[in-house]
C-alpha cells in the first residue's frame, strides 16, 4: 500500500524567504511522485513530478524538489517566496505511474506574509 | 491547457435530497474521469474510476447505490449523492485524464464542489 504524510497543514513564510514544505512517503514499489498546487477556486494545478532519473526536478513558477530514498522524501523548496506562491499544495504518489489510482497528502496551505 | 469544469462549487441541501455534480473536461475527450471525497484536515480519498460508455470502479467502502456515477460521454461524468445526509457533507472533486498528452501529464481536476447537507 502507498501512502503519503505531509507534515505541516498551514505554512506561513515572509514574502522572499525560503519556501519548505515537507513530503514522505511510502511505497512498496518505485514511486512515481507528484506535487499539485491549487490556488483559490481552482482546481489541481501539476506542479511538478518525478518518475524515475535525476532526483532533483525542477517545476512550474521557481519550485523544485528532490526525491531522496533513504529517506522517502520529496520535499518541495522554492528560494524566495512571492505573494502569489499562497496556495495549498498537495504531495501524492502513484505506484502504477499510469494515474491508476493516486494517493494524496492532506495538503499544506502556504502562507505568504508581505 | 486543458480545462475540467466541475459544477456546482457549492450546494446546500436537506436531508434526504439527491444531489447531483457534473465534471466536463472542456477541450479533450476523457476516456475515464476520476472522483474523490476530502473531508476536513483529511487527504483526498479516491472514490471511483469511471470509465465512458461502462460501469464505475469503486473503491473499498464507497457505496455504489450511494454515489451514483455516469460517464455517458467522453466530456461529461456526473456524481449523484443519492438520499444525502449530513455525513455525506464533504469536498468532492473530480479530474479527467486526458490520452493525448504524454504519461504523466495527462490528468486534471476539477475545482471541486463543497457539498453541505443540512
Known amino acids: 500500500a502507498q501512502s503519503v504524510t505531509q507534515l505541516g497543514s498551514h505554512v506561513s513564510v515572509s514574502e522572499g524567504a525560503l519556501v519548505l514544505l515537507r513530503c514522505n512517503y511510502s511505497?512498496?514499489?518505485?514511486?512515481?511522485l507528484f506535487w499539485y498546487v491549487q490556488y483559490p477556486n481552482q482546481g489541481l494545478q501539476l506542479l511538478l513530478k518525478y518518475t524515475t532519473g535525476a532526483t532533483l526536478v525542477k517545476g512550474i513558477n521557481g519550485f523544485e524538489a528532490e526525491f531522496k530514498k533513504s529517506e522517502t522524501s520529496f520535499h518541495l523548496t522554492k528560494p524566495s517566496a512571492h505573494m502569489s506562491d499562497a496556495a495549498e499544495y498537495f504531495c501524492?504518489?502513484?505506484?502504477?505511474?499510469?494515474?491508476?489510482?493516486?494517493?494524496f497528502g492532506i495538503g499544506t496551505k502556504l502562507q505568504v506574509i508581505p | 491547457g486543458a480545462v475540467v469544469s466541475q459544477h456546482p462549487s457549492r450546494v446546500i441541501c436537506k436531508s434526504g435530497t439527491s444531489v447531483k455534480i457534473e465534471c466536463r473536461s472542456l477541450?479533450?475527450?476523457?476516456?475515464?474521469m476520476f472522483w474523490y471525497r476530502q473531508f476536513p484536515k483529511q487527504s483526498l480519498m479516491l472514490m471511483a474510476t469511471s470509465n465512458e460508455g461502462s460501469k464505475a470502479t469503486y473503491e473499498q467502502g464507497v457505496e455504489k447505490d450511494k454515489f451514483l456515477i455516469n460517464h455517458a460521454s467522453l466530456t461529461l461524468s456526473t456524481l449523484t449523492v443519492t438520499s444525502a445526509h449530513p455525513e455525506d457533507s464533504s469536498f468532492y472533486i473530480c479530474s479527467a485524464r486526458d490520452p493525448d498528452r504524454l504519461a504523466n501529464e495527462k490528468l486534471f481536476f476539477g475545482s471541486g464542489t463543497q457539498l453541505s447537507v443540512l
Open positions: 477541450d479533450f475527450q476523457a476516456t475515464t
Open positions: 501524492a504518489v502513484s505506484e502504477s505511474g499510469g494515474y491508476q489510482k493516486v494517493t
Open positions: 511505497s512498496s514499489v518505485p514511486p512515481y
